[in-house]
């Protein structure tokens, strides 16, 4: 079973930058999406930005502009460089996964159906931002 990883969290003031990673083990796929979520005190977990693994993108209109989801595929490794941090980026950070045998993964379309779409995840790492 595939296991995802996350490090990089922290506490940070307003306008600052932080980045996550994600570790994720060795696995055979060759069609994936891997994602980035986060879920505040009382509040759904949303989905933040999807890469697949050709490298393309989908980023929510919350942090768009602002975050940059990336991957390194030597370190088996996604990332998400986070700038500009407002105090409503405060939540817990999930890291993601959906693999398939087959067919493409399309990020536009795992961002908007969200969360239910992925079934591995990581432990989540706490980022606050203070203003």
């Known amino acids: 079973q595939v296991q995802l990883v996350e490090s990089g969290g922290g506490s940070v003031q307003q306008g600052g930058s932080l980045r996550l990673s994600c570790s994720v083990s060795?696995?055979?796929?060759?069609?994936?999406?891997l994602g980035w979520f986060r879920q505040a005190p009382g509040k759904e977990r949303e989905g933040v930005a999807i890469?697949?693994?050709?490298?393309?993108?989908s980023v929510s209109d919350s942090v768009k502009g602002r975050f940059i989801i990336s991957q390194d595929y030597t370190k088996s490794t996604l990332y998400l460089q986070m700038n500009s941090l407002k105090s409503e980026d405060t939540a817990m950070y999930y890291c993601?996964?959906?693999?398939?045998?087959?067919?493409?993964?399309?990020?536009?379309?795992?961002?908007?159906?969200?969360?239910?779409?992925?079934?591995?995840w990581g432990q989540g790492t706490q980022v606050t931002v203070s203003s």
């Open positions: 993601a996964a959906h693999f398939r045998e087959e067919g493409p993964c399309y990020p536009d379309d795992a961002l908007e159906r969200g969360a239910a779409f992925f079934y591995t």
């Open positions: 890469i697949d693994n050709d490298g393309d993108t």
């Open positions: 060795w696995h055979t796929y060759t069609h994936y999406c």
